[in-house]
């Protein structure tokens, strides 16, 4: 059995990725039987599909909210007959990331992408628990209890030590979640920092043609978002290093080390489905 460390890893899943994306993109511009799946999963009854392109290895960037450019949630595109265009995210896995993105990144671009503005006692919450915070280190050192090593190797603070601090600020954070998690949501699969509404994923497809998953579930993300469920909570691990979410989770992550951190919003096929 191949063993590989975390940067092989990463290139493994990139690599194996792409090649789903062109299996799946044959498969769907072959076979008008998924064709009308799609359609029908994204309630169009007015036209049928002309061509299908993906992105892959040629992936391009578009507009961003927060000007310059960023990555696009879709993976492949069927136009249409009637000139319009159905974007499709594509997931192989039952998990894993499905959004990455620096904090001060996260607070802007969802004021912008939502024209909502986060209280500042929640950024107060954010920029703790993720790290961003200038006074992290002597928060940790006052009120630190659980997994202080943790804390400091991290820059971050766990629930519990959120909560020692500032209880307020600890049932903020999660009711902020609460609050936004349709928004959460389609920030992570649908919009993410794409700025124009024709780059926007519509429907996931959770299908996987590398022989890893057996899975062929599709999600019409309109609908889906307005019926989850604000079920966030903090996780019971390490103090509650984690926001446990209807759809997945989201967790501190620096994949080069570097402080502060990121949030890493992670997707839970088997949350998903029982929703």
């Known amino acids: 059995m191949e063993h590989r460390n975390r940067a092989q890893g990463w290139k493994h899943a990139k690599r194996s990725g792409h090649e789903n994306e062109r299996l799946v993109a044959e498969l ?11 359609l029908q999963c994204a309630h169009i009854t007015d036209a049928t599909v002309d061509r299908v392109e993906f992105g892959g290895l040629c992936e391009t960037d578009v507009d961003c909210v ?6 696009s949630k879709t993976d492949m595109w069927l136009f249409l007959s009637n000139g319009k265009r159905l974007n499709v995210s594509i997931k192989k896995d039952e998990g894993g990331q499905v959004f990455l993105i620096g904090i001060e990144r996260f607070i802007n671009g969802f004021e912008l992408q939502y024209h909502k503005n986060i209280p500042d006692s929640v950024k107060r919450a954010i920029s ?19 997994n202080k090593q943790l804390e400091i190797r991290k820059h971050r603070v766990v629930a519990d030590t959120l909560k020692a601090y500032d209880g307020n600020l600890y049932h903020l954070l999660l009711n902020w979640f609460n609050e936004n998690i349709s928004e959460l949501f389609d920030f992570c699969f649908a919009k993410g920092l794409a700025s124009n509404s024709e780059d926007w994923a519509q429907i996931v497809w959770y299908k996987n043609m590398v022989g890893e998953n057996q899975f062929d579930t599709m999600l019409y993300l309109e609908d889906f978002k307005s019926n989850i469920p604000p079920t966030a909570a903090y996780g019971t691990r390490n103090g509650g290093s984690t926001i446990q979410l209807p759809f997945g989770f989201v967790q501190w992550h620096s994949p080069r080390k570097i402080i502060p951190g990121n949030l890493q919003f992670h997707h839970s096929y088997e949350k998903i489905k029982s929703l």
């Open 28 to 38: 769907t511009e072959n076979d008008i039987n998924i064709q009308n799946r799609l």
């Open 66 to 71: 927060l000007g310059g450019k960023t990555k």
């Open 128 to 146: 703790l628990y993720f790290g961003s915070a200038v006074d992290t280190l002597e928060v940790i050192n006052d009120f630190g209890s659980t």
